[in-house]
């Protein structure tokens, strides 16, 4: 089955810690996304990549780096310089730049 | 800022009845989105609107789009408990960058 894969469903961060979300495709998508979801809120976007080996920062980068060294694969880091990481974290890809976006399940990540 | 803005922001009604929702944007745009997130999950596309079309089905599913109003409604016939879901719009920037802004979303609620 063709689709996008978040891994871990959850995830716990120690004080100081960075932890590295992963987002895996197998859509043939150059396009990748990733996005930040508060409760009862919409998405923010932290971070995209339109082709291999290249990426933006979104309106909410700071405390996050990303790396897109394969066209399947888009993982996030939430490093500790980003005091407010817990939020429900969406990746997401398309074949062409928005256009219809295909979202994993996403990842919860929370602070201990 | 938010490109989109849906109203209301929540929507409780019975089976069977209709549901609308409303999403306004403040810049000109070439296309606007809907997605439906189940809670806890990734969201899923509903409907693509181009700015040159005035309205779209699928299924039981009419959207339409007034770019003199910047505005669009989605409208969900004979509803059922499964469409419980908060429902979003994705706007992208006419001349502007390579992403889509989300709104805040509409929650709805519909009762057996």
């Known amino acids: 089955d063709g689709g996008i894969t978040q891994s871990p469903k959850y995830l716990f961060r120690k004080e100081g810690q960075n932890v590295t979300l992963s987002c895996e495709q197998n859509?043939?998508?150059?396009?990748m996304y990733w996005y930040r979801q508060d409760p009862g809120q919409g998405l923010r976007l932290i971070y995209y990549?339109?082709?291999?080996?290249?990426?933006q920062k979104g309106d909410i980068a700071e405390g996050y780096s990303v790396s897109r060294e394969k066209k399947e694969s888009f993982p996030l880091t939430v490093t500790s310089a980003q005091k407010n990481p817990t939020a429900f974290y969406l990746c997401?890809?398309?074949?062409?730049?928005?256009?219809?976006?295909?979202f994993g399940s996403g990842t919860q990540l929370s602070v201990l | 800022s938010q490109q989109g803005e849906e109203d209301p922001q929540a929507l409780s009604i019975q089976e069977g009845e209709n549901a609308t929702m409303n999403c306004s944007y403040k810049?000109?745009?070439?296309?606007l989105q809907w997605y439906r997130q189940n809670s806890g999950r990734g969201l899923v596309h509903l409907i693509l609107?181009?700015?040159?079309?005035r309205e779209k089905h699928s299924g039981r599913l009419r959207v339409t789009l007034d770019t003199s109003k910047k505005s669009s409604s989605l409208l969900i016939t004979a509803s059922r408990a499964a469409d419980t879901a908060s429902y979003f719009c994705?706007?992208?920037?006419?001349?502007?960058?390579?992403?889509?802004?989300f709104g805040k979303g509409t929650k709805l609620t519909v009762n057996p």
């Open positions: 997401a890809s398309t074949r062409r730049t928005n256009e219809k976006l295909f």
């Open positions: 859509l043939n998508h150059d396009a």
């Open positions: 990549s339109q082709i291999v080996n290249d990426f």
């Open positions: 810049t000109s745009i070439n296309n």
């Open positions: 609107i181009r700015s040159n079309e």
């Open positions: 994705a706007t992208d920037k006419r001349g502007g960058s390579e992403k889509l802004v």
